[in-house]
T-cell receptor, first 114, second 116 residues
Framework: GAVVSQHPSRVICKSGTSVKIECRSL??????MFWYRQFPKQSLMLMAT?????????EQGVEKDKFLINHASLTLSTLTVTSAHPEDSSFYIC??????????FGSGTRLTVV | AQSVTQLDSQVPVFEEAPVELRCNYS??????LFWYVQYPNQGLQLLLK??????LVESINGFEAEFNKSQTSFHLRKPSVHISDTAEYFC??????????????FGTGTRLQVTL
């Protein structure tokens, strides 16, 4: 079946630094990538939607200059958390769509900003 | 816009007992419905989905869900749970449009805790 590889699974960074999270679709072309954020014991909140080759569409309240999303190819999308602060600590999950109703989730990245 | 309500944040149940996890949705357009399972520190795995056709859908590990349009519900059931079913379960909905992928809207999740 479809697989999305998400890296890193865990990352600890210092406050003020930037962190890049990658999601790769291994055996299919992801025309659309969704990025979610999940707080402990809570649901997934959509941050942004990106289509290959175009700018991401951010949800209301999500800072596009802080959470940079790049979807340069049909198999790779990245989320960069710039100038990270402790309040950015969270679980980030990507989801790739290959058209229609097929959504494949990455395994998530636990970001801790110290 | 659509929304999903999972009324039960936690459901404790004994092993081999039946369980039902409730999900209700709201949408002004036709929708697809999904149940996902999440184990600690992992991504989401699709459990089952309703797209069209038979309103009763089943998963390979014994779960089933029934789409009820009049009650706008998509409750998840299993007749006999196992310890390994302990996890967080999310109900989700997306608009049933063609072409561009439609985003998923998730419920707040239900923690299923199975004990001996």
């Amino acid at each position: 079946g479809a697989v999305v590889s998400q890296h890193p699974s865990r990352v600890i960074c210092k406050s003020g630094t930037s962190v890049k999270i990658e999601c790769r679709s291994l055996d299919f072309q992801a025309t659309t990538m969704f990025w979610y954020r999940q707080f402990p014991k809570q649901s997934l909140m959509l941050m942004a939607t990106s289509n290959e080759g175009s700018k991401a569409t951010y949800e209301q309240g999500v800072e596009k200059d802080k959470f940079l999303i790049n979807h340069a190819s049909l198999t790779l999308s990245t989320l960069t958390v710039t100038s990270a602060h402790p309040e950015d600590s969270s679980f980030y999950i990507c989801s790739a769509n290959q058209g229609g109703y097929g959504y494949t989730f990455g395994s998530g990245t636990r970001l801790t900003v110290v | 816009a659509q929304s999903v309500t999972q009324l039960d944040s936690q459901v404790p149940v004994f092993e081999e007992a039946p369980v039902e996890l409730r999900c209700n949705y709201s949408s002004s357009v036709s929708v697809y419905l999904f149940w996902y399972v999440q184990y600690p520190n992992q991504g989401l795995q699709l459990l089952l989905k309703y797209l069209s056709g038979s309103t009763l859908v089943e998963s390979i590990n014994g779960f089933e869900a029934e789409f009820n349009k009049s009650q706008t519900s998509f409750h998840l059931r299993k007749p006999s749970v196992h310890i390994s079913d302990t996890a967080e379960y999310f109900c989700a909905v997306s608009e049933s449009t063609t072409g561009t992928a439609s985003k998923l809207t998730f419920g707040t999740g239900t923690r299923l805790q199975v004990t001996l």
